[in-house]
């Protein structure tokens, strides 16, 4: 009915698409003024905005007055991809359509969005879209199937990593008897061999202690500033990479201390950060490698299947050549690496580290920017 009025209000004259704004600002749509959801109405033929409730300014960060002087495709760099199903909604082919969607916006995290979009009987000039936050939910997902598959990983390595350590004392020891019981002559001739079974064996058996590193020592909680453990981990990256790398910070000074390891904590950030150094030796030959630590406070967040009041948001932030795509989906597994001679060890440990505290740890990657996120609870 309200928007009947509003297509009464535009017949027997002309009118621009701002002032269509000032007629919904005036109170004809006050029922869209205080749902929760995300309403945009769109005009039908140009996919300008017409309307926008406060929830809309909330989430897109602009006033309706911005908004009502944009079109569609230009609030969202892939609005593109909405506009077959806006306009088939407006030609009448559909009533009502629902679908997921994860809409870009340049400068700003992607929005992942449940969106409905409906054609509006007696409004013909008109499309309403309705935009619901799942995040959330998908958050929540990605972290169940990581727990799970961690749960597995740590039964298996700890099985395996057993497995491994009883044989290959044996195998060690009788290495060194053999050694010791051939004679000077041959023991010169075929130490060569005797020495490369006891390397390797030391090799195997230092791979197994950092498989079995986690569980091993207990888990020393007290207050943490988190701009210690990155200054901490700063310190240790420059020393090792003291030209063509650039660590920059961008602390939030707000961000209060968190109850955890310290140690763990630097342990876990150190293999990200090492890890992001390595993959940045190019750039580095070039001298325009770049790392940022960025710390901010979330609010309202689920971590953990827990919603926090405020949780720890701390960025790793590389300009690197990106992970690889084959194993994008599976770098926090063990012994999995994208260097010919990583160990494959460093982002399961972190990722183990950081599930001790009850966080999580995401990454997001393309060429030329990779982002590790790690979320940590500090008042749940």
């Avoid at 629902?98 to 995290?109: I, N, S, T, Y």
């Avoid at 955890?260 to 030959?285: C, H």
């Amino acid at each position: 009915m309200v928007l009947k009025n509003l297509i009464k209000a535009r017949k027997g004259h002309e009118q621009t698409l701002s002032d269509d704004a000032q007629l919904v600002s005036s109170g004809l749509l006050p029922g869209f003024e205080t749902l929760p959801t995300v309403v945009l109405v769109l005009d039908k033929r140009t996919l300008r905005v017409a309307f926008a409730n406060p929830s809309a300014e909330s989430m897109l960060e602009m006033s309706r007055r911005q908004l009502t002087q944009m079109a569609w495709q230009e609030i969202f760099s892939n609005g593109d991809e909405l506009v077959a199903t806006i306009t088939s909604i407006a030609d009448h082919r559909f009533h009502a359509t629902h679908l997921d969607a994860v809409l870009e916006r340049p400068g700003h995290e992607p929005l992942h969005v449940h969106a409905i979009v409906g054609f509006l009987e007696g409004a013909q000039d008109y499309v309403l879209l309705e935009l619901f936050e799942n995040e959330r939910h998908l958050r929540t997902d990605r972290e169940e199937r990581i727990n799970d598959l961690t749960a597995v990983n740590k039964q298996l390595i700890r099985n395996l990593a057993h497995e491994i350590k009883n044989p290959l004392g044996g195998i060690r020891g009788a290495a060194q008897l053999l050694e010791f019981e051939l004679g000077e002559r041959q023991r010169d001739e075929l130490r060569e061999y005797t020495q490369v079974i006891i390397k390797e064996s030391d090799r195997l058996q230092t791979l197994v202690d950092r498989l079995l590193e986690p569980h091993r020592h207990p888990h020393i909680v007290g207050d943490v500033n988190i701009h210690e453990v990155c200054e901490r981990v700063r310190q240790v990256i420059l020393a090792e990479f003291p030209r063509g790398l650039t660590i920059e910070r961008d602390y939030d000074v707000s961000v209060p201390d968190l109850r955890g390891d310290k140690e763990q904590l630097i342990q876990a950030l150190l293999n990200i950060v090492r890890n992001a150094a390595e993959a940045l030796r190019e750039r580095i030959s070039q001298g325009d490698a770049r790392i940022e630590l960025r710390t901010r406070v979330a609010r309202k967040i689920t971590v953990s299947k827990r919603l926090c009041k405020l949780a720890l948001d701390l960025h790793i932030i590389d300009n690197g050549p990106g992970i690889p795509e084959d194993i994008r989906d599976r770098i926090f597994y063990p012994l999995v690496s994208g260097r010919e001679d990583g160990s494959g060890l460093g982002l399961t440990l972190a990722q183990t580290f950081v599930q001790q505290h009850e966080g999580l740890i995401e990454v997001d990657s393309r060429p030329g920017h990779t982002e590790f996120q790690i979320l940590l609870p500090l008042d749940c």
